[in-house]
Nanobody, 126 residues
Framework: EVQLVESGGGLVQAGGSLRLSCAAS????????IYWFRQGSGKEREGVSC????????YYVDSVKGRFTISSTNAENTVYLRMNSLKPEDTAVYYC???????????????????WGKGTLVTVSS
């Protein structure tokens, strides 16, 4: 059974930082790209970033570029999302997802993932 488990969410003040983790099990990690999505209250889910476990290639949406950094530890089947300079508009439930494909802008903007985690809540206070 494939499982994606997010952790690291919490309450932080604007300008602060958090590091989210996505621990994957039940899949061949190198064959998958891991994506982060988020959904704020009353908003549509949106893509944030992705990383190819095999090549290390990454992609970020413009709203987080320069503030968020995605990385992976293949030995631990874990992907991290380091979030700096957080803004109130970053408040959302953050989900990680996996697709047996590469990391791409198309994937970030069109979803179509094979597996999803249950999410972790990030709240940024002003």
């Amino acid at each position: 059974e494939v499982q994606l488990v997010e952790s690291g969410g919490g309450l932080v003040q604007a300008g602060g930082s958090l590091r989210l983790s996505c621990a994957a099990s039940g899949l061949t990690f190198d064959d998958y790209a891991i994506y982060w999505f988020r959904q704020g209250s009353g908003k549509e889910r949106e893509g944030v970033s992705c990383i190819s476990s095999r090549t290390g290639s990454t992609y970020y949406v413009d709203s987080v570029k320069g503030r968020f950094t995605i990385s992976s530890t293949n030995a631990e089947n874990t992907v991290y999302l380091r979030m700096n300079s957080l803004k109130p508009e970053d408040t959302a439930v953050y989900y990680c997802a996996a697709i047996r494909d590469g990391c791409s802008a198309y994937g970030v903007h069109n979803f179509g993932m094979d597996y999803w985690g249950k999410g972790t809540l990030v709240t940024v206070s002003s």
